[in-house]
């Protein structure tokens, strides 16, 4: 299996995270799988796609099925909160995901993140002539540093001349939000982004695609296995008590129902499956 993480240029870090580049045999037809090993449903090879705030999924050479839509080309996730499951029908798959920042997506797409919450979309079916570009640059180029400089000069290209007035209180927000470990609630959102409550809802929705309910639950997972990573890249020992702790967990209990809930293992199981491939959780269980 080939895995590699490309991160985009620093102009563009507050909108995409990263480029996650893999190529990975995916025949269905021969393989048994094993029955204890959660990558293999119903005998198919599922790579996890983990809760996001939006990402985008290309593929070459290969037809996939992403939460039962069939794609062969750029699919476009809105923000989510559970595992999706990948799952390669025949042949290589080989592809890249796009992973965005909260509210990253609709800043450089202009989409209503709103209506494309929990949703998989194949840009094909779009009629969107920029996406169609950005998926032939994935088809016709080989060199994954070579894709993610055609990506990272697409994107760029889309940044808005001048700030939008949300665009920064959005990124207050979730500044507010990392600060006090996901301790805020919706109103102490409101008055950071000095916004009404009812207008800021509206607005944090279609930014990033979830209420701020969840993306509180989303965004404190996403630190905690951040940080389960990093320890176990640095050779060290995982406190599981210490860590989930540390990013705003009660307890054990707590964490593992919102492990269960958003990545569908315990942290535990995901301590297992967090090989350190980089200093994130892969999005793909390799």
Not at 119 to 129: P, Y
Not at 151 to 176: C, S, Y
Request: proline content about 5%; overall charge negative.
């Amino acid at each position: 299996m080939y895995f590699q993480i490309i991160y985009p240029a620093e102009i563009l870090r507050p909108y995409i995270s990263r480029y996650v580049f893999v190529r990975a045999e995916g025949s269905t037809d021969t393989m048994t799988p094993p029955a204890d090993d959660p990558r293999f449903v119903n005998g198919k090879h599922v790579q996890s796609l983990l809760p996001n705030y939006g990402s985008f999924v290309f593929v070459r050479n290969a037809e996939i099925e992403i939460a039962g839509t069939n794609a062969d080309g750029l699919t476009l996730l809105g923000a989510n909160q559970k595992t999706l499951g990948l799952t390669t029908l025949h042949g290589w798959f080989e592809g890249m995901m796009l992973d965005f920042e909260p509210g990253g997506m609709h800043v450089l797409t202009s989409m209503d993140l709103q209506q494309l919450s929990g949703k998989v979309l194949k840009a094909s079916d779009l009629g969107d002539e920029g996406l169609a570009h950005l998926d032939q640059i994935f088809k016709n180029t080989l060199r994954a540093e070579e894709i993610a400089l055609q990506v990272d000069a697409f994107f760029l290209e889309r940044l808005p001349i001048k700030e939008a007035p949300h665009d920064a209180r959005i990124r207050k927000v979730i500044a507010a939000c990392d600060e006090v470990k996901g301790n805020i609630s919706a109103a102490e959102m409101a008055s950071v982004a000095c916004l009404g409550e009812r207008q800021f809802l509206r607005v944090f929705r279609n930014y990033v695609g979830i209420p701020p309910k969840q993306f509180v639950r989303l965004r404190r997972f996403h630190r905690t296995i951040q940080d389960m990573q990093q320890q176990a890249a640095q050779g060290r020992s995982i406190d599981l008590l210490a860590t989930v702790l540390r990013h705003g967990y009660y307890d054990l209990s707590h964490a593992a129902l919102e492990f269960q809930q958003m990545g569908c293992v315990s942290p535990g199981q995901f301590r297992m499956l967090g090989i350190p491939l980089s200093e994130d959780f892969s999005v793909f269980f390799a």
